[in-house]
């Protein structure tokens, strides 16, 4: 049992860690209804849906940044690496795209 004394007030980290997870996995399920209407749909204009986006990518930024500043480097350089190979290849994704393991 861990008997160091809390500040008063002060959420303790676990808390934080369980909460930034449960933000973290409504936003993917926001990505994923995002790349879901582009990739289905034929409208002209996807300004909700790539704002959406663009709010899922600012919140894994915030995640990252908060990783490494607790001291979980290699899990906040995984989700910085995560954010980056995402807005990579997020310019391929458009109406019509076919999901395959092949590169195009």
Not at 23 to 39: E, G, P, Q, S
Not at 49 to 70: D, F, G, Q, S
Request: charged share 15%.
């Amino acid at each position: 049992m861990d008997h160091r004394a809390e500040k008063p007030g002060k959420i303790p980290s676990n808390a934080v860690l369980i909460v930034d997870g449960v933000v973290t996995l409504a936003f993917f399920v926001l990505a994923w209804l995002a790349f879901d209407h582009i990739t289905a749909d034929n409208a002209t204009s996807f300004t909700v849906e790539y704002t959406c986006l663009l709010a899922c990518a600012i919140w894994r930024l915030v995640v990252a940044v908060r990783l490494a500043a607790k001291g979980h480097f290699i899990l906040g350089t995984a989700s910085a690496l995560a954010l980056g190979a995402a807005v990579w290849g997020q310019r391929s994704i458009g109406p019509g795209t076919v999901p395959s393991w092949q590169p195009e």
